[in-house]
């Protein structure tokens, strides 16, 4: 088969199949891991990025063949998928990522942003390290993907879609709350910016979710404090990803959306 071929095959599918890039998916438990596999439920095929260094230094630790086993439950449901290991806080990494997703899978149309640094510290014990650590993965590697998006986009006028992930956590968690609010801004910036590509961008609020931080004692009072009576999880954003999405989410744009069951 000639590269020409090779490459002719890639775009029939592509055509067949839109194509979301999602970063962040380095745990099972993780709601990034959900949502590639609600968007490849839904007809999507996903690329999605994970960075084993960061979970290693959490206190879950590292999943050891998460990401293999992730890409073979995409592939499971039919989908076109590629796992990538990307340090977000490298400038330089978000260009070489598109080429990369370009190279393999074709032109993205969704961009689903679910990467973060998150390491608790407050405003009189965080360090200048963790503090522009926290701004290069969550806000500078925001804005540098979302441009990449931007210059690269090729979808139909109408069908593009950006979706960032984010908190309203601030005390006790500064730099993570923090450059999390700085990244909503440039999200719905782009709501503007981007509007004449027929690009929707919106960012969402998930709440606390159970992805396996809690303790038995947090998970209680988060139960006490939502209306609902339950803890969120992961498949609750993954729902809201999957539609806003969709051609039926393509009205709902410049909107930070909460997905928390009341509790703000």
């Known amino acids: ?9 890639r775009q029939d599918t592509a055509e067949k199949r ?6 962040g998916a380095g745990r099972a438990a993780g709601i990034a891991t959900t949502v590639v596999l609600g968007l490849a439920r839904a007809g999507w095929d996903v690329a999605f990025t994970y960075w084993t260094p960061y979970d290693a230094r959490m206190e879950w630790g590292k999943e050891p063949g998460a990401a293999e086993e992730l890409r073979k439950k995409v592939a499971s449901l039919g989908a076109r998928t590629l ?4 340090d977000l806080s490298d400038p330089a990494v978000p260009a070489r990522l598109f080429d990369s997703v370009e190279r393999e899978l074709g032109n ?15 405003l009189l014990d965080t360090t200048v390290e963790s503090f522009d650590l926290h701004f290069a993965v969550n806000t500078r590697a925001t804005w540098l993907l979302i441009r990449e998006y931007g210059l690269r986009f090729r ?9 960032s992930l984010t908190s309203d956590h601030t005390a006790g968690n500064l730099p993570y709350g923090a450059s999390k609010g700085a990244m909503d801004r440039i999200t719905l910036a782009a709501a503007q910016e981007l509007a004449h590509l027929g690009v ?17 004692e947090q998970k209680a009072d988060m139960i006490r404090s939502t209306p609902l009576g339950r803890l969120g999880v992961p498949r609750d954003c993954a729902n809201l990803v999957t539609f806003l999405s969709s051609a039926e989410g393509g009205w709902i744009n410049g909107q930070l ?4 069951g009341g509790i703000g």
Do not use: F, K, Y
Request: with cysteine.
């Open 108 to 122: 993205v149309t969704a961009l689903v942003l679910c990467h973060c640094e998150s390491v608790d510290s407050g």
């Open 257 to 260: 959306l909460r997905s928390d």
């Open 155 to 163: 979808g139909q006028h109408g069908s593009g879609r950006i979706i």
């Open 18 to 23: 839109p194509l979301a890039l999602v970063t």
């Open 1 to 9: 088969m000639t590269d020409g071929t090779r490459a002719g095959n």
């Open 200 to 216: 929707t961008c919106n960012a969402i609020n998930p709440g606390p979710t159970d992805t396996g931080w809690m303790t038995e």
């Open 83 to 86: 796992p990538i290991e990307a």
